[in-house]
């Protein structure tokens, strides 16, 4: 199985079977407010050292300011962090339209000297409104992809898409997972869903997993009837009696809090142990 890094949510890292690519490029997907940028700092913020620093590339730009005032809502943003193991740093200024030589020239420099842990471009969908027509954009995709590829960094790829581009964008194809945010019916409204789309190299929980945002960031409740882990005992009192023995044997590990709406659940209240395995 190819090596992983934590995606910072370890609920997530259930679903995803151990994280996120190591050293590979993993798209997030969904539409406006679904929780991508949230996301995609909860893993920077659990990746990021001084010695392997993480660099957060915006294309839409965004004041170092607004960063901040916003990070600090969440609990595992750390302001001091900032400059230090987490750089922030807008592309806008080396985006010109018809020509991406100047975000892939930045981006292999910014590998070369800073040789960062870890990459996100937010929104790489952004960047599609400077290309000349889709054959630019496929061939930028292709190099700025074959670039990475060649160091030792694993990517973020942030973007707003709906569902129909999925077949139709180039980054879909490339990128060695993908992750889609977004909502789904159930009987109360709706509830925010995640689905695994893709990940090379190994197994992850298929379907649609409910998940909730928060000042501690995302939080995933994978589905019962996906388990693939090994059973790892919650220790609780009651904790697996309390989702019933079969479950419990399925390997699932409960995260805590309660899931709104959902009805393809078979209990309302999942808790989230982090026993050692048995
Ligand atoms: N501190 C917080 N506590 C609880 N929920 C929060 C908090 N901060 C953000 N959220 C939720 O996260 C949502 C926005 O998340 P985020 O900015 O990651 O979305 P996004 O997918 O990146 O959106 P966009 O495409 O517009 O950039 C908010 O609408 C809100 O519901
Ligand atoms: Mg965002």
Known sequence: ????????????????????????????????????????????????????????????????????????????????????????????NVIVEGAFSGVLDRTRGIIQERRPAIIVIDSLKALHAYAADSADFRRFLHDLAGMLSAYPVTTLWVGEYGEDEIVVMPEFAVADAILALGSAGVAEGTSRVLQVLKLRGGGFLSGQHAYWLSSSGITVFPRLADAVRPRRPCGGAGADAATGSQAAARGVRYVSGHAPGLASLPTGEYRWCSGAPS
């Open 1 to 92: 199985m190819t090596d992983r890094i934590s995606s910072g949510a370890e609920s997530l890292d259930v679903v995803l079977g151990g994280g996120l690519p190591r050293d590979g490029i993993s798209l997030i997907a969904g539409l406006p407010g679904s929780g991508k940028t949230i996301l995609a700092r909860q893993c920077v913020f659990a990746n990021a050292s001084s010695e392997r620093p993480a660099r957060y590339l915006s294309t839409v730009s965004e004041p170092l300011e607004k960063i901040l005032r916003y990070g600090q809502t969440l609990t595992f943003f750390d302001p001091v962090r900032v400059g230090k193991s987490v750089y922030y740093e807008d592309l806008g």
